[in-house]
């Protein structure tokens, strides 16, 4: 069964490359004989990402870096991972320091206008992952096409390797582009010192299946950090929160249903993280699957948030983190609704 996982961190913003090992990047582009077309910020000031073309014109991603000794490490991806070639879409996909980096080049004016996310899928129908990245940050380059690259830290190496297909989705969630991927055109991440130290992802990962849960949702991604909604064996869905404390990995979870009404309709997973407050919506009912279209928490205060509902195989939810990201703490939040498209409310818990 097929689920979402929005990836709202680790998206790279297309500006100007920083001064940061500048001399390094251009060796590595003479080396290659490689023409930086755009330039890609990323949140480590020392690493740095670039889509750029050969000397025939081939186009694609660049990686750079100074590893903790202090040399260069570089890798690129000039080769399409796509199953059918085409000259609509290209997406060329590489295990980088925080995690698979896609680059996705579109040369098609209507792809380009509508696209807003790309969702990457394995081939088990029984799974619940598949990832949803948004492109918010496309960008149209020097050379006439839509590009946009992003970098998503809980696909690890081991867990690239399982990636069967992608979409390409408009903002209603319809599919305007599909394609199968080649698994062996996903680049070898490149050895450093750096990323043999990277080992947070890959211990959510060995402990997410390590537990037989499939995740249904995700909040956060970052180094050192990340919340899903997870699914058990016995269909029973928790709200997690993995840290790495001193290079050690810590979960604090829940599966409590704390919705006052308590018809099960609608599950309201409530987690105090670490730094963070979280709030799981999931419900499995027909009307709300079918029309559902997005959450919105009110506060004590007047204050309203709201965001989309995810599309699972046979369930409809959302994942909020909450304080800085809604202005909202768990004991100010008067009600949670569900609205469909039109604004039409669908459900309704009152928690004050």
């Given at each position: 069964m097929?689920k979402?996982?929005?990836?709202l961190?680790?998206?790279l913003f297309?500006?100007?490359?920083?001064?940061c090992?500048?001399?390094?990047?251009?060796?590595v582009?003479?080396?290659?004989?490689?023409t930086?077309?755009?330039?890609?910020?990323?949140?480590?000031?020392?690493?740095?990402l670039?889509?750029v073309?050969?000397?025939?014109?081939?186009?694609?991603?660049?990686?750079?870096?100074?590893?903790t000794?202090?040399?260069?490490?570089?890798?690129i991806?000039l080769?399409?991972?796509?199953k059918k070639?085409?000259?609509?879409?290209?997406i060329?996909?590489?295990?980088?320091?925080?995690?698979l980096?896609?680059?996705?080049?579109?040369?098609?004016?209507?792809?380009?206008?509508?696209?807003?996310?790309?969702?990457?899928?394995?081939?088990?129908?029984?799974a619940?992952?598949?990832?949803?990245?948004s492109?918010?940050?496309?960008?149209?380059?020097?050379?006439?096409k839509?590009?946009?690259i992003v970098?998503?830290?809980?696909?690890?190496?081991?867990?690239a390797?399982?990636l069967?297909?992608i979409?390409l989705?408009?903002?209603?969630?319809?599919s305007?582009y599909k394609?199968?991927?080649l698994?062996?055109?996903i680049?070898a991440q490149?050895?450093?010192e750096?990323?043999?130290?990277?080992?947070f992802f890959?211990?959510?990962n060995?402990?997410?299946?390590?537990?037989?849960?499939k995740?249904v949702?995700?909040?956060?991604?970052?180094?050192?950090?990340?919340s899903a909604i997870?699914?058990?064996e016995?269909?029973k869905?928790?709200l997690?929160?993995?840290?790495?404390?001193?290079n050690?990995?810590a979960?604090?979870?829940t599966?409590?249903n704390?919705?006052?009404?308590?018809?099960?309709?609608?599950l309201?997973?409530?987690?105090?993280?670490?730094?963070?407050?979280?709030i799981?919506?999931?419900t499995?009912?027909?009307t709300?699957?079918?029309?559902?279209?997005?959450?919105?928490?009110?506060s004590t205060?007047?204050k309203?948030y709201?965001?989309?509902?995810?599309?699972?195989?046979n369930?409809?939810?959302?994942?909020i983190q909450?304080?800085?990201?809604?202005?909202?703490?768990?004991?100010?939040?008067?009600?949670?609704?569900?609205?469909?498209?039109k604004?039409?409310?669908l459900?309704?818990?009152?928690?004050?």
């Amino acid at each position: 069964m097929k689920k979402f996982i929005t990836v709202l961190a680790g998206i790279l913003f297309l500006i100007g490359l920083t001064a940061c090992g500048k001399e390094g990047i251009d060796k590595v582009l003479s080396d290659n004989s490689l023409t930086v077309i755009q330039n890609v910020k990323t949140d480590l000031k020392d690493y740095n990402l670039a889509y750029v073309k050969d000397n025939e014109d081939t186009t694609g991603v660049l990686e750079y870096y100074k590893d903790t000794n202090g040399k260069d490490v570089s890798n690129i991806q000039l080769d399409s991972a796509l199953k059918k070639k085409d000259n609509k879409v290209k997406i060329n996909l590489m295990n980088g320091l925080n995690g698979l980096i896609a680059m996705v080049e579109i040369n098609d004016k209507t792809l380009a206008s509508e696209v807003t996310d790309l969702i990457l899928e394995d081939n088990n129908k029984e799974a619940d992952e598949a990832i949803s990245v948004s492109l918010s940050n496309k960008s149209k380059t020097e050379n006439g096409k839509t590009v946009a690259i992003v970098e998503i830290p809980s696909l690890d190496p081991t867990t690239a390797k399982g990636l069967k297909s992608i979409q390409l989705q408009s903002t209603d969630g319809k599919s305007i582009y599909k394609n199968g991927l080649l698994s062996e055109k996903i680049k070898a991440q490149a050895s450093s010192e750096r990323a043999k130290a990277n080992n947070f992802f890959p211990a959510v990962n060995k402990y997410i299946a390590d537990k037989k849960w499939k995740v249904v949702s995700s909040a956060t991604q970052k180094k050192g950090g990340y919340s899903a909604i997870l699914r058990d064996e016995q269909g029973k869905y928790r709200l997690a929160e993995f840290t790495y404390p001193d290079n050690k990995l810590a979960v604090k979870e829940t599966d409590k249903n704390t919705n006052p009404q308590q018809d099960n309709e609608v599950l309201l997973l409530q987690l105090q993280g670490d730094k963070s407050q979280y709030i799981g919506i999931v419900t499995e009912v027909e009307t709300i699957i079918r029309s559902g279209a997005s959450v919105v928490l009110k506060s004590t205060d007047g204050k309203e948030y709201k965001q989309s509902l995810h599309t699972g195989y046979n369930d409809k939810n959302a994942l909020i983190q909450l304080t800085k990201k809604t202005d909202m703490k768990m004991e100010d939040i008067a009600s949670v609704t569900i609205q469909d498209e039109k604004g039409q409310l669908l459900y309704s818990m009152e928690l004050k």
